[in-house]
């Protein structure tokens, strides 16, 4: 972790600073912010020309980090929990 602890701090710093960082995929390089920041998130949209009516990736480490973007019911929250964590993709109905 040693090589990897600047790398982590700055962009760490970028985000919380409203910035946007380049991260690796497995196949491609995604775009990241704090989802909170209205400025980082329309940085985003213009960095990519993309309307903001196709929504966006999230990326988190646990479902709360989630749930404030998305709505799920009772039946949706058990199946996406029971994959969690893993290498899945959920699309969801934004809130």
């Known amino acids: 972790m040693g090589a990897l602890r600047w790398p982590l701090k700055r962009a760490r710093d970028v985000i ?18 704090d989802p909170l920041n209205a400025r980082a998130v329309a940085r985003i949209l213009a960095i990519k020309q993309r309307a903001v009516a196709k929504g966006f990736i999230l990326v988190a480490a646990d479902i709360s980090q989630l ?6 019911d009772a039946a949706m929250r058990a199946e996406v929990l029971k994959t969690w964590p893993g290498p899945v993709t959920w699309v969801v109905p934004a809130s």
Do not use: D
Request: include cysteine; charged fraction near 10%; hydrophobic fraction near 45%.
């Open 67 to 72: 749930e404030p973007f998305m709505q799920l």
């Open 16 to 33: 919380w600073g409203g910035g946007v960082i380049a991260y690796p995929t497995e196949a491609v390089f995604g775009l990241g912010c």
